[in-house]
């Protein structure tokens, strides 16, 4: 197996036009040919100017609500938590209660990934600055 993504968003709307998976095709520009081809089909099936991410791709992606202030049905551990441009939205505090939530799900040398304007400020954090917003967690905690 490659890998398991579990992705999340307050909005339900927002995860069933995700879990669609279908893109316009500037979407994918970034993207290339090969991983294009291997990924992503632009058949008769799918609308004019789009394609949708294949079927291997959709098995490897679980698509859930989640509100980050409530009850968080996930339990771990995980690689890589990705939570970019959200916690900009909360006080310290929460932010700060986030960031041990994170923690607790985060395998030892597991990787948390912040949107560029977010960083951690906690002097006892779990984690520490290996990129821009890349924190690892420490080990043992």
């Not at 968003?9 to 970034?30: F, M, Q």
Request: charged fraction near 25%; charge should be positive; aromatic fraction near 10%.
């Amino acid at each position: 197996m490659l890998a398991k993504i579990l992705a999340t968003d307050i909005d339900s709307e927002i995860i069933s036009t995700a879990a669609n998976g279908e893109y316009p095709l500037e979407r994918l520009t970034g993207i290339s040919d090969e991983r294009r081809r291997r990924w992503f089909v632009s058949d008769s099936s799918v609308r004019n100017g789009h394609a949708r991410a294949s079927s291997a791709l959709q098995s490897l992606i679980t698509f859930r609500t989640l509100n980050l202030m409530g009850e968080w049905p996930m339990r771990g551990p995980f690689d890589v938590i990705f939570c970019r441009n959200v916690m900009i939205y909360f006080d310290q505090a929460t932010r700060d209660r986030l960031i041990l939530r994170y923690a607790s799900l985060l395998v030892d040398g597991g990787y948390l990934c912040l949107g560029h304007s977010e960083s951690i400020h906690m002097q006892h954090s779990r984690f520490k600055l290996v990129g821009r917003t890349i924190y690892r967690k420490l080990g043992g905690q």
